[in-house]
């Protein structure tokens, strides 16, 4: 049986559109790859890009997009609202079919090794590859960001698994790893104030005090004018979107301030689209079989 993983690669250029193309045609041509879906935010400065297929071909390929991105964007003069320490600032490997974790592991690893050496490229692991408790956490590694990154790496506590103890001159460093699907998941609020996003993403993610696997932050949409919660959804098993946009609108309400929309980044399982509308359908007794196209999927 064929073996399928997902990798979810995210690049600091949103804005670039040379740029963008010549990082995403190694992912569009690449065989037993299949690119899903591609990403390019300009506030943010970000290009998120979800592919899926046979576990190398999807190292290899993701890789090449990489070397391109090391070679085409200077981190001296980014800025976007989006955290970031590198060009190649975080690519996640995941298990889809036929694939166990262990294995995921390993991609992340070699993918690690291999950047590092033909492009001279910090990189930590993080989550399940990570080597310490206190690696595991991408928002603890990338703390300080670009900006900071020399004088973090000086730390020996802040060796990197793999490259050099300097940030690439150009590139920055790199974090990738194994995990679970993420789910990347923003709301949109009816003000220009960033500083109540802020406030909001404080209460919602689990290091203040929030949901147990919400990772938040608040951004400015300068573009049209609009603040928004951005989150990372870590487990959307155990913490669903319809628990997260309750409690930003909980939380709005306390500054006379409502949701006007929402948004995903990239893909996500069906399963965390079922839980919200059996929540707020208040479906009973509802099972996914009696989805038709999960019944369609079932020889598939």
């Not at 949409?221 to 930003?248: H, P």
Request: glycine share 6%.
């Amino acid at each position: 049986m064929s073996k399928i993983v997902e990798s979810v690669p995210n690049f600091s250029e949103g804005r670039d559109e040379a740029v963008i193309q010549k990082i995403l045609e190694p992912l569009q041509k690449a065989e037993g790859v299949k690119l899903l879906d591609s990403s390019a935010d300009r506030d943010h400065n970000r290009l998120v890009v979800t592919l899926i297929g046979e576990p190398e071909a999807v190292k290899n390929s993701v890789l090449e997009a990489s070397f391109i991105a090391v070679d085409n964007i200077d981190m001296n003069s980014h800025q976007g609202e989006h955290p970031r320490m590198g060009a190649v600032d975080v690519v996640p490997f995941t298990p889809v079919k036929n694939v166990e974790m262990e294995e995921a592991v390993e991609l992340s690893e070699d993918f690690a090794e291999k950047l590092a050496e033909s492009r001279d490229v910090p990189v930590f692991l993080y989550e399940e590859s990570a080597r310490s408790p206190e690696r595991k956490n991408l928002a603890e590694i990338r703390k300080g960001e670009y900006e900071g990154l020399e004088e973090k790496l000086q730390q020996p506590e802040w060796k990197p698994d793999y490259g050099p103890a300097r940030p690439h001159k150009t590139a920055g460093g790199c974090v990738t790893g194994a995990r679970m699907p993420l789910v990347a998941f923003n709301i949109n609020l009816d003000t220009s104030n960033k500083s109540i996003a802020d406030r909001i993403a404080r209460n919602i993610r689990h290091s203040g005090g929030g949901l147990r696997y919400c990772k938040a932050i608040g951004i400015d949409l300068a573009e049209r004018g609009i603040a928004q919660v951005s989150m990372n959804m870590t487990n959307y098993k155990e913490t669903s979107l319809y628990q997260v946009l309750e409690m930003v609108k909980f939380e709005a309400e306390r500054y006379g301030v409502k949701i006007i929309g929402s948004e995903l980044i990239g893909l996500l399982p069906a399963q965390a689209l079922i839980e919200s509308a059996e929540y707020y359908l208040k479906l009973e007794d509802f099972k996914p079989e009696q989805i038709i196209e999960n019944r369609l999927l079932e020889d598939l």
